[in-house]
């Protein structure tokens, strides 16, 4: 079949709640709903579980809205898979799993809370073989920071190589974060990704697990460790590659190529430039502000190669006119 399918997958991890972990909510609290929202917002343009759509605290919107926008040319099926979201969202999802992740210093999950999200992914994974293409996107506030986690304690020297929402990489937060996880981690394989992991990472590594066509993660840091998690658990990565922005790749705080490489994971990324944009919110973009979520790189770089820059970026600055309104509402 050459039916592609765009999956987000959602979730929550309570690391997000640590102040200034993350600007991918515009409160600390607030970030345990973003996921949900990012939900609400891809497939019916507004939102419940908040008013208005999820934005940094200085006002940036979600990257969900570039998402939206590329799913809207393209016409690609979409579906949301919720991992273990504190927030369920108000629009129909698949269900892997029921567990939130918790704060990775007191060790996320359970090795059998692990098994059972990765298992039922994979379930899932392996149902889909009437799709050709499966193109799999994250909502998880933290993501970046449970992902480097898992990376270092796979044995990557990820720790000052993984991106963030933010222009100013919160590095020596992260650095404590991820020292006091990695030390109260198991040392057995399956306890310490269980420990150090998300349950997003989870449900995306079980998918790629199961599913049989071409696999793309559309995503950044978290798609690394994603590559990493199967690798770790002898699942081939030969028909996996990676479609992230250029904001990512591009990111002097970080190493995103480099860890690719070391990974020996296909890496592509969207050439979406914002910079010309007459609105503020997307030419924050062009500054280091959110740089990837929700599959926006994998997405745009489908819709610019199908209908080119300029009608990809017409399409985000009507949504963005859009949810401008929705949020003033």
């Known amino acids: 079949m050459n039916l592609d399918l765009f999956l987000l997958v959602i979730g929550t991890t309570d690391t997000s709640l640590i102040p200034g972990i993350t600007l991918a909510g515009a409160s600390p609290e607030l970030t345990l709903f973003t996921p949900a929202a990012d939900a609400e917002y891809l497939l019916t343009g507004s939102t419940k579980s908040i008013v208005g759509i999820p934005v940094t605290p200085s006002g940036i ?13 393209l016409g690609i099926p979409h579906l ?16 892997v799993g029921e567990t939130p992740g918790r704060d990775i210093r007191k060790r ?27 193109i799999v996107g994250e909502s998880i506030p933290g993501g970046t920071t449970t992902a480097a986690a898992t990376l270092v304690g796979l044995g990557y020297e990820a720790g000052d190589r993984t991106s963030s929402t933010s222009p100013h990489n919160p590095k020596e937060l992260k650095r404590r ?13 399956l306890p310490r990704i269980a420990a150090l992991t998300d349950p997003v990472l989870t449900a995306i590594a079980g998918l790629m697990a199961g599913f049989k066509g071409r696999k793309v993660l559309a995503g950044g840091t ?62 924050a973009y ?6 990837e979520g929700v599959g926006a790189g994998g997405l745009s770089y489908m819709a610019i190669s199908a209908f080119g820059h300029q009608r990809v970026i017409e399409s985000i600055e009507r949504e963005y006119i859009m949810l401008t309104k929705l949020n003033v509402s």
Do not use: C
């Not at 949301?80 to 269900?95: E, F, H, K, T």
């Not at 199967?230 to 190493?255: G, N, R």
């Not at 062009?286 to 740089?291: A, I, M, P, S, T």
């Open 222 to 283: 978290q798609m690394l460790a994603v590559v990493a998690i199967l690798k770790a658990l002898s699942f081939p990565i030969d028909e996996v590659e990676i479609i992230t922005t250029k904001w990512v790749v591009e990111d002097p705080s970080a190493d995103f190529l480099g860890l690719a490489k070391e990974l020996g994971v296909k890496v592509s990324n969207s050439t979406l430039d914002l910079s010309d944009s007459k609105f503020p919110g997307l030419r």
């Open 177 to 189: 974060v991820i020292s006091q996880a990695i030390a109260n981690a198991p040392k057995e394989l």
């Open 61 to 73: 919107p979600t990257p969900a809205i570039i998402s939206r926008a590329s799913i809207k040319l």
């Open 286 to 291: 062009e500054e280091g502000y959110v740089k």
């Open 80 to 95: 949301v898979v919720n991992a273990g979201s504190r927030i369920n969202p108000q629009v129909p999802y698949l269900r």
């Open 108 to 134: 996320a999950f359970l090795k059998e809370e692990f098994e059972e999200i990765f298992g039922m992914a994979k379930q899932l994974g392996a149902s889909l073989d009437f799709v050709g293409s499966l």
